[in-house]
């Protein structure tokens, strides 16, 4: 499902740069460009320019103990005299005769950088103007005492009319989602100034006139799927050009390995979207993109489906203003026939990421319950039989000739709590866990709800998902 009212919150709450944030930025950018112009830093200044994602308007709200950057360009006139490296370890030496910024100073090959304190941090560039020819601005780097021919503003114009041509921005926000995904991730290398042409090429004449990007979720599967397409073609690391100065490779920011990893990734997380976008299922459908974008995406609804689940089977029995009677009492009664509709699909039960083998194997789960963990069994345990808080299961998978699983097969738990006291808690889980000991997990009985336990049988050898069992229902009063 497109589940585009979902994206636009997701974008706005936890993927944007929030608007305090960019205040601030805004505020200590202008700040530097009175303390440069007011300094006695030799080249005449000309302009300054924003650079880079703040130009491009895709920087995105940075991971909790990060720091966001932002690249400003100062635009001066050249300096008689003056080789590259005296550009910006001369506005350096101005920075750091300041008691203000000396202590937030760092310098690197083409910038100085102002740090606040962990929150933010901002590059500032010298570009030197038609030093040797006209309309040629050059950038300084000072490791290798090089001018480096630069053209941000044109590349900026190529992307803003990129971004038009999907219309609504969707360039602009698939490139943050993108590159949130990257960043909460973290198992693939793509700079954001590389990552921001990849996706702007897949943008194709055309694509505004026949309305191919009508909402953030098909904009983001088709570019994605466009990306994937031009990768599979490529197995050996392409040459990416800036789009505006073919003499700039953005693609040497990757070596062999970095580059084979990024398109493997692609093309794994291009499936998940195509899934997510095609399941039917809004629950499944959540979980899906979940997967992709973590825990925040869809976190109310998610909240609020999980713990209302009592009142939805109550609604699903009983005619409005009836007396309110919780999951629990309900399936005490009814048994396996209290269970709302989507019960077993809830949005925060996490979807499983492993392929599935040719043939599935059967997996059956029993139950035992113990007094504590390392207690002996006391008896055998039915699903949704009810139980009282406190106690422990000891959940084992076997075949369905109820033999042992080999060693050559590991089984990992699917764990989800449901309804209002686990949602108290904090404790709604949904995710997988590992064994206590081959194909065997214990679990503490500890919250009112009828709660549900899945044991997935993944194949050593290939990481194939082998069988999975039905879902075995803990009812705790």
């Not at 005299?81 to 910024?101: C, I, Q």
């Not at 040797?132 to 992307?159: A, G, H, Q």
Request: proline share 4%; with cysteine.
């Amino acid at each position: 499902m497109k589940l585009i009212s979902l994206f636009d919150d997701f974008l706005t709450d936890t993927v944007n740069l929030n608007k305090d944030r960019f205040n601030k930025l805004e505020s200590s950018i202008d700040t530097l460009k009175q303390f440069i112009q007011n300094s006695d830093w030799e080249p005449t200044v000309i302009e300054f320019s924003a650079q880079g994602s703040w130009a491009h308007k895709t920087i995105i709200k940075p991971l909790p103990e990060c720091p966001f950057d932002a690249d400003l360009l100062v635009y001066i006139d050249p300096v008689d005299g003056w080789e590259p490296k005296d550009y910006v370890n001369r506005l350096h030496n101005v920075f750091a005769a300041s008691g203000v910024y000396r202590e937030k100073l760092r310098r690197f090959s083409h910038c100085v950088t102002i740090e606040y304190a962990g929150e933010r941090k901002i590059d500032i560039a010298p570009c030197i103007k038609e030093r040797m020819y006209v309309d040629i601005y050059e950038v300084c780097n000072r490791i290798s005492n090089e001018f480096e021919e630069s053209n941000p503003k044109d590349y900026t114009d190529w992307l803003h009319e990129k971004n038009r041509e999907t219309t609504k921005n969707n360039l602009v926000k698939v490139t943050r989602l993108v590159k949130y995904m990257r960043d909460i991730k973290g198992n693939f290398t793509c700079p954001s100034f590389l990552l921001t042409t990849l996706l702007g090429l897949q943008v194709r004449d055309g694509d505004l006139l026949n309305e191919t990007f009508s909402d953030v979720p098909a904009a983001l599967k088709i570019l994605m799927g466009r990306l994937d397409d031009w990768l599979q073609l490529n197995p050996t690391k392409p040459i990416v050009k800036n789009p505006v100065l073919f003499t700039e490779v953005q693609s040497n920011a990757w070596d062999d390995v970095k580059y084979d990893n990024f398109r493997n990734k692609i093309s794994k997380y291009r499936n998940w979207i195509d899934e997510a976008y095609s399941e039917d299922d809004r629950g499944k459908s959540i979980s899906a993109w979940r997967l992709l974008f973590g825990e925040d995406f869809a976190r109310t609804e998610v909240v609020e489906k999980a713990s209302l689940i009592s009142r939805a089977a109550n609604e699903s029995f009983a005619p409005s203003g009836s007396i309110f009677i919780d999951l629990v009492d309900r399936v005490k009664t009814l048994g396996r026939a209290a269970l709302p509709s989507g019960f077993n699909s809830l949005p925060h039960m996490q979807k499983p990421q492993w392929r599935l083998a040719g043939s599935q194997l059967s997996v059956r789960v029993r139950a035992f319950l113990r007094t504590n963990k390392d207690s002996p069994r006391l008896w055998e345990v039915a699903s949704l039989t009810a139980l009282s808080p406190g106690k422990w299961l000891e959940f084992c998978a076997f075949t369905g000739n109820g033999l042992p699983f080999p060693r050559d097969y590991r089984v990992m738990w699917r764990v989800t709590n449901t309804d209002a006291v686990a949602t108290r808690n904090n404790a709604l889980r949904g995710d997988f866990y590992h064994s206590d000991i081959h194909a065997v997990r214990t679990e503490q009985l500890s919250y009112r709800g009828v709660h549900m336990i899945e044991a997935f049988l993944v194949r050593k050898s290939d990481e194939v998902l082998a069988g999975k069992s039905e879902v075995f229902y803990v009812t705790i009063e």
